[in-house]
């Protein structure tokens, strides 16, 4: 599995981006998918996961209401829209196959990860 993210980039806070995560290969097309972040000097933490068939979703505390992940499960493709973006978003953005079709907080239960993109959200 290889899995491309883009979208990433400054923006003010306040604002919205749109990150993209293309997964290619086999073994990922019944398994949940998730983004993960990373700020500097911080352990890698979820973000927002979907469900192999796109229907469920879970997403952490403190993006809950900002968020919204979605999966085209046509192009094999999952999205993170985030709205009302703050300084403390700013980070390296991961996307991830779990191992299992349902959606997973601990990055241990993941063995595919994309390159990361950065975000920065300027005050």
């Known amino acids: 599995v290889q899995l491309q993210a883009s979208g990433g980039g400054l923006v003010q806070s306040g604002g919205s981006l749109r990150l993209s995560c293309a997964a290619s290969?086999?073994?990922?097309?019944?398994?949940?998918m998730s983004w993960f972040r990373q700020a500097p000097g911080q352990e890698r933490e979820f973000v927002a996961g979907?469900?192999?068939?796109?229907?469920?979703?879970d997403y952490a505390d403190f993006v809950k209401d900002r968020f919204a992940i979605s999966r085209d499960t046509a192009k094999d493709t999952i999205y993170l829209q985030m709205n009302s973006l703050k300084p403390e978003d700013t980070a390296v953005y991961y996307c991830?196959?779990?191992?299992?079709?349902?959606?997973?907080?601990?990055?241990?239960?993941?063995?595919?990860w994309g390159q990361g993109t950065q975000v920065t959200v300027s005050s």
């Open positions: 979907i469900s192999w068939s796109g229907v469920n979703s």
């Open positions: 991830a196959v779990a191992r299992v079709a349902t959606v997973l907080k601990s990055t241990t239960l993941y063995n595919y």
């Open positions: 290969g086999e073994n990922f097309k019944r398994n949940a």
